[in-house]
């Protein structure tokens, strides 16, 4: 954070290279535009002024094609600043395959962080430089923005679903951390920093957390203490590599299990019925934190590949994710 | 086509009857009026007072924000002071000002009626407007509201401890208001014409209020009824927003921005209504391509509602919703711009006199580009991203309410004030008023783009210590702003009293409204004028007779007429 | 200025007043077309949301007095047709009938609705008031369902007091021989906002008894 007086904030991020150039080229389009409304104001001002009391403007009649000049020519340039916003867009909201996934979760008013290896942070985010990290977001109660200025991202963290987004930090340093969208009393008080550190540091940071406590070992505990396997397999649908998978519903509709998916069965079980079950199992809306929907979810990603139902048994210890 | 100067069969009624000021002095031949005029002063010292009230609240805003940490008001304080000054400044100054204010007064005479077309459903508006205000200063007697203007939910249904409902009530009453004023401007536009005026000799003030008018009756509702649902989901804790009770808080945000984006025209449009009066009158000249402001105004009224989605492109909407929303905020920029350079084009070989009206104008012109061209920025998906919920939206859209349309406010009061009151301001303090505003303006809210793109959120009661600078630099120009505004609230109050008596048409303007007394009598003119030509035509002014065209307010200012 | 008992001060004839008042009514109703739009987009958006849960509560609606109301007010759109059309003929008897008629009919439509609310109200599926329905799977979005079914029913009812008001008001104003003298202009624009509230119905119950 550097606390000295600058007109461009720090680019930190793959991401704020792009989005400066782009700024950079909007500005010099809007100072042109600015700059020429200005001075022919001026100019007509002072040659035209009224001479003569009596005086009456000139007539100098309609020119259409003056105006659809100045109605294609500004059209033309907005769509480059479309196509080029458009295309900066779409690239920030498809995180990398092998982004580090790390976990938020908003509440009035602080941020809670936790890392694949378990350890957990509040309104500080510890990443290691260089490398795609891949955020996953819910809150707990209202809406709340995570902004990170100096890498220039910024995605509203919503109550009853994931968000994501990502970044890949260029520069070791800590940079400010904000809440952008007001959530009421403490909303300025709900900002942090983000701690950029070399890969091994962040290694040796994360690492330091006693064993058993990553996210995938607390999901299968909580899938063992809520019993979760005595139907999922027999007369609910079997959750080994259900993760990314297509399911058809009831209603005839296909979904993809993503992050969402999981958490409405998971807390609303009743919305989306898998074709050819029962629809027996309760909500645990009101019944499991956003932490610990956000572990299950952890645990059953990590039932990958097994043909069969889950056996009943804690996984390996927690170590690091796959 | 041609356009040439309306010419009235009459152009000056005879004396014989009162002018509408002097219809009766009592109480309740003010309260209970159903002329247009009246109406009209009754919206213009109701705004004031919650202009007034929205200032101080901004005032406050601004002095806390002079220190990092806050010290002036707790957050809890601060959370309700922008609440209040957003809430009022856009539903009880901004989206009626122009309106109700010079929409009621001049309007009708433009178009050379007698009146509205429904004078009691004028009044009613007036009383609902009232009505739903004292909602909005009881909820902030009683302790304020802390959602921000925006309402959103689940903050708003669920999370605040203030008086939402209050509020929430005070808007949705206010909604109808706003609704039978547009419906009211729609029918008399329509159907009041006087015999000749066709729709192509009208001037471009009532083209915009027109457009203004159809999304106040088709864009308002929706509000009305999405905020009955947040009344409804506080009250008996039904999920409709609230995820946590099963509803989908983005819809509201889809509901909300349906209305409050075109609401952001409605503010603008009579702003730029007012521009195209002024700038002709001030250059002796018409209006360069009418035609195409009058249909760049149509046509920012029905895009506008198919752009509420670029207030979303952080919220979590879909990636596609995100680009065709982009493309549409860019298609909406193009009738701005084409206003923007037709208005310049007029100055062009116009014979230019830089009245205090003229001067809020070219403050709005200049300032309406740079709060458009920076829209730019945030159309643009990728640096939206960045910018959006920082000091640069606040920035950007202040350019445009403030700088635009506060000034063109500022330009209507003295344009018309002659017409209103029959008497003229000192001149002097009106340019020196303009330029104060202008600086201020320009000092306050500049400093706020870079603050932005720094990174400083909005609603922030409290900042990193590195913004000070260019906070302390907005505060500074906010105490400036504030004296150009006090300024002509003193001026103007004074000059109803004890200024000059003006002419019937002191700018020598070809609008219908001047060619009757000042101020006009009851019943507008004495007989019904009879258009035989378009608007802005100085030639024929002139034609007729050279000599009023001599006589500049200033003149008659030194020399007692 | 001209003015006669019809004809109101600021307008320059008859015609000019008429067409403003018919112009006036079809602009509120567009403002009511998206008053009502707001709230039905909502249903529709949560019905593609929670699609079972919205069949599921569209079972718990009696469609069979759906349907009668929307025959009732059908008819009750003809007879005030019928009653536009007498008063243009300034027949002041059957203008009268007809008016009569459309009222009983919309009185009757509060009467139906008003006897469902109070089978819903024993079938303990009024949100808010008394919602603990017993055979229902996904409770908590058919409690979503049941709410904009009040929401919207209520709202369409309140827009039908208001139209039975004003046909109290045409009546005692008709068989005292006003609007039928060749001034038919608030017969027929309140005739324009009651055919308007039988729409609003014909959407409405489609959506909430039908989409199952």
Redesign the interface.
């Known amino acids: 954070?550097?606390?000295?007086?600058?007109?461009?904030?720090p680019r930190a991020s793959t991401?704020a290279y792009?989005?400066d150039s782009?700024?950079l080229f909007?500005l010099c389009?809007?100072a042109f535009?600015?700059i020429l409304?200005?001075t022919?104001?001026i100019v007509?001002?002072v040659k035209?002024?009224?001479?003569h009391?009596?005086?009456?403007?000139?007539?100098?009649g309609?020119?259409h094609w003056?105006?659809w000049t100045?109605?294609i020519i500004?059209?033309l340039i907005?769509?480059v600043?479309?196509v080029?916003?458009?295309?900066?867009?779409?690239?920030?909201?498809r995180p990398p395959a092998n982004a580090l996934e790390i976990q938020v979760i908003g509440k009035?008013w602080m941020w809670k962080i936790q890392h694949p290896s378990g350890r957990k942070e509040i309104d500080e985010l510890h990443v290691p430089v260089g490398r795609p990290i891949k955020l996953v977001m819910t809150s707990q109660?209202?809406?709340h923005?995570f902004?990170i200025?100096?890498f220039?991202?910024?995605?509203?963290v919503?109550?009853?679903?994931y968000?994501t987004e990502w970044f890949t930090p260029t520069q070791i340093g800590q940079y400010?951390l904000?809440?952008?969208?007001?959530?009421?009393?403490?909303?300025?008080?709900m900002?942090g920093r983000v701690v950029v550190m070399s890969p091994g540091d962040y290694a040796k940071w994360e690492a330091d957390v006693p064993l058993d406590q990553s996210p995938e070992a607390s999901g299968a505990k909580l899938f063992l203490q809520y019993g979760c396997m005595t139907c999922h397999g027999q007369q609910a649908p079997s959750l080994a590599g259900i993760y990314g998978r297509q399911q058809t519903m009831?209603?005839g509709?296909v979904v993809t299990v993503d992050d969402n998916y999981l958490r409405e069965s998971i807390l609303?079980s009743?919305?989306?019925?898998v074709a050819g079950y029962p629809?027996v199992m309760p909500?645990y809306?009101g019944q499991l934190s956003e932490e610990q929907v956000m572990d299950l979810i952890s645990y059953i990603k990590s039932l990958k590949g097994a043909a069969t139902p889950p056996a009943p048994n804690l996984p390996q210890n927690g170590g690091s994710p796959p | 086509m041609t356009l040439i100067a309306p010419e009235t069969s009459s152009p000056l009624p005879l004396e014989h009857s009162p002018n509408y000021l002097e219809d009766g002095f009592s109480v309740k031949s003010w309260l209970l009026t159903t002329d247009h005029k009246r109406i009209a002063l009754l919206y213009l010292v109701s705004i004031t007072f919650f202009f007034v009230l929205g200032g101080i609240a901004a005032t406050l805003i601004r002095l806390d924000l002079a220190t990092p940490e806050g010290d002036l008001l707790k957050a809890g304080t601060y959370n309700r002071m922008f609440t209040l000054h957003g809430v009022i400044m856009v539903w009880f100054f901004l989206i009626p000002s122009i309106p109700t204010v010079f929409g009621n007064f001049v309007l009708p005479m433009m178009l050379g009626a007698r009146d509205l077309a429904f004078p009691k459903l004028n009044l009613l508006s007036w009383y609902l407007f009232i009505f739903g205000g004292s909602f909005t200063v009881l909820a902030m007697l009683l302790g304020g509201v802390d959602t921000g203007w925006t309402f959103y939910a689940p903050l708003s249904t669920g999370f605040s401890n203030s008086h939402v409902i209050l509020v929430v009530t005070g808007v949705f009453i206010t909604g109808f208001s706003s609704i039978l004023t547009g419906l009211n401007f729609i029918v008399t536009t329509h159907t009041m014409r006087a015999p000749g005026l066709t729709w192509f000799r009208l001037p471009l003030f009532v083209w915009s209020t027109y457009a203004t008018s159809i999304i106040l009756v088709l864009a308002t509702p929706v509000l009305a009824i999405t905020l009955a649902l947040v009344a409804v989901e506080r009250i008996f804790h039904i999920g409709i927003f609230d995820p946590a009770l099963g509803g989908d808080p983005i819809l509201f945000q889809h509901l909300f921005w349906f209305y409050s984006h075109p609401a952001v025209y409605i503010m603008i449009l009579p702003g730029m209504a007012v521009v195209s009066e002024i700038v002709t009158c001030f250059s002796r000249k018409q209006i360069f391509g009418y035609s195409f402001v009058a249909y760049a105004s149509i046509s920012i009224a029905i895009v506008s509602f198919l752009v509420w989605g670029h207030h979303m492109f952080v919220s979590g909407q879909s990636v596609y919703a995100g680009l065709v929303f982009s493309l549409l905020s860019y298609i909406v920029a193009v009738p701005s711009a084409i206003k923007v350079f037709n208005w310049t084009a007029t100055l062009y070989k116009g014979s230019i006199q830089l009245d205090t009206p003229m001067l809020y104008i070219l403050g709005f012109i200049g300032l309406f580009t740079i709060g458009g061209l920076t829209g730019l920025f945030l159309a643009a998906l990728a640096v939206d991203v960045h910018v959006t919920d920082t000091y640069f939206v606040v920035a950007h859209f202040h350019y445009i309410m403030v700088g635009g349309m506060v000034m063109a406010y500022m330009a209507a009061i003295h344009y018309w004030f002659p017409k209103m009151f029959g008497r003229l301001y000192p001149e002097w303090w009106g340019r020196f008023s303009a330029f104060t505003i202008f600086i201020g303006f320009n000092l306050t809210f500049f400093p706020q783009f870079i603050l932005g793109y720094l990174g400083m959120p909005r609603r922030y009661h409290a900042y990193p210590p590195e913004f000070q600078l260019l906070n302390v630099l907005s505060t500074a120009g906010a105490s400036i702003l504030a004296v150009g505004y006090v300024l002509p609230l003193i001026y103007l109050t004074w000059s109803m009293k004890y200024g000059p008596k003006s002419p019937p048409n002191p700018w020598h303007a070809t609008g219908l409204e001047w060619q009757t007394t000042s101020p006009p009598p009851k019943d507008n003119f004495e007989v019904t004028p009879i258009v035989t030509r378009g608007p802005y035509d100085y030639p024929s002014l002139k034609a007729q007779n050279d000599a009023p065209l001599n006589l500049s307010p200033h003149l008659l200012e030194e020399a007692p007429a | 200025m001209t003015s006669t008992p019809f004809i109101h001060h600021q307008f320059d004839d008859a015609l000019q007043q008429r067409e403003a008042a018919t112009l006036g009514m079809w602009t509120f109703l567009a403002t009511e077309v998206l008053f009502f739009g707001g709230l039905m987009m909502s249903y529709v958006i949560y019905r593609y949301t929670w699609p079972e849960a919205w069949v599921e509560g569209s079972h718990h609606l009696k469609e069979y007095l759906g349907a009668t109301n929307t025959g009732v007010l059908l008819t009750s759109s003809l007879t005030v047709a019928l009653a536009v059309h007498f008063t243009q003929l300034k027949a002041r008897i059957p203008t009268l009938v007809c008016l009569i008629l459309t009222l009983i009919l919309g009185l009757c439509f509060l009467g139906i609705k008003g006897t469902e609310y109070v089978i819903e109200y024993h079938e303990h599926l009024i949100p808010a008031i008394d919602y603990h329905p017993t055979d229902v799977i996904d409770i908590r979005h058919v409690q979503l369902f049941m709410l904009f079914y009040f929401l919207m029913t209520l709202l369409h009812a309140t827009h039908m007091t208001v139209g039975i008001g004003l046909l109290v008001f045409l009546i005692i104003q008709v068989s005292r021989g006003r609007y039928v003298d060749g001034n038919p202009n608030h017969v027929e624009i309140i005739g324009l906002y009651w055919h308007f509230v039988d729409l609003v119905w014909i959407f409405l119950f489609p959506l909430l008894y039908l989409v199952r």
């Open positions: 954070m550097n606390n000295g007086f600058h007109l461009v904030p991401m792009h989005i782009l700024v909007l389009v809007t535009f600015t409304i200005f022919l104001i007509f001002v035209y002024r009224r001479k009391p009596s005086d009456i403007g000139k007539n100098i309609d020119h003056l105006e100045w109605i500004p059209s907005e769509v600043m479309f080029w916003g458009a295309a900066l867009y779409i690239r920030m909201s009035q109660d209202v809406i923005s902004f200025p100096d220039r991202i910024k995605q509203d919503v109550p009853g679903r968000s400010h904000f809440c952008s969208e007001y959530c009421g009393t403490g909303h300025a008080s900002a009831s209603t509709e609303n009743r919305a989306k019925i629809p909500g809306q």
